[in-house]
């Protein structure tokens, strides 16, 4: 049996992630030369090609297969050696997160990675995600998870965003069904991804609406709906299960979808980093 080197197949997976030999080299701690000979030594052992030569790194058919594949192998060999030796792996890790995540799937996904990795120390902040990504842009962060406009094409790793549906969310149900009286909005404060799409839709039907609460707190919102001052809107997947939600009603329109996406910058990621992104990348996918 022909038995393909793991090493060989990180240096191909990391060419075709950061787009050049070079940058992988960087990364990886070898000349550009010894990248090239490594994958020499891959396409000898599987006699194929699986760089297109002279095309900026497209993959031949056989590459596309083997990237998938190689892919998957990579993610075993490096839980097996998580699992294994978790204990090695310490460090700090700065983390910025929208308010309602944190509460959504960030404790499971924490929980996870402690008992695989107990000496990585995540620092967490929360914040709205304009806050959030301003504070990434400055080098605040490791790892940022913001919540955005959702695109027609997302182009990034699948694993980094999750395209989720916007809700509408109350206690009582006479606030969504009322025709003439201005709806009652509870929301964070201005650059909130779910403020302005409830006022866009809002707007877009000439439904009048007045802002009666508003907070930086994810607590303060919930407590207002509880206490029935007004509606909110909120992904789907991080809606308490006490209160009611709609997609849509006699007087509010549909809210549309929001893309929730992970920010990090590969070459800056040390070993925590890149496991504690792993996990989220996990949580994300499961929430």
Known sequence: MTNIPTDLLRTFVTIKDLGGFTSAGELLGRSQPAISL????????????????????????DGEYLYEAARQM??????????????????????GIP?????AFLPKALRNLSRVYPNIVVEVDCEISKVILQRYQKGHYDLALAMEYAKEDEDRDARDYRLEGLE?????????????????????????????????ALQSQQHPFRFMYTS???????????????????????????????????????????????????RELNIASRHVLDFLRSGLANM
Request: charged fraction near 25%; glycine fraction near 8%.
């Open 38 to 61: 490594q994958v020499k030594k891959l396409e000898e052992l599987l006699n194929t090609k699986i760089f297109l030569r002279g095309s900026s790194l497209e993959l031949t058919e």
């Open 168 to 200: 509408w969310v109350y206690k009582d149900s006479r606030l969504i069904n009322g025709y003439d009286d201005p709806i009652p909005l509870i929301a964070y404060p201005q650059g909130c991804v779910y403020r302005s799409l409830m006022e866009e």
């Open 216 to 266: 930086t707190s994810l607590l303060g919102i919930f407590s207002a709906v509880e206490e029935g001052l007004g509606i909110t809107a909120m992904a789907k997947s991080v809606i308490p299960e006490h209160l009611k939600h709609a997609e849509s009603s006699r007087s509010l329109p549909a809210l549309g979808r929001v893309c929730i996406g992970l920010y990090y910058k590969e």
């Open 99 to 103: 308010n309602d995540f944190e509460l």
């Open 74 to 95: 990579l993610e075993i060999n490096d839980q097996i050696i998580a699992r294994v030796r978790g204990d090695n792996v310490s460090g700090k890790v700065r983390l």
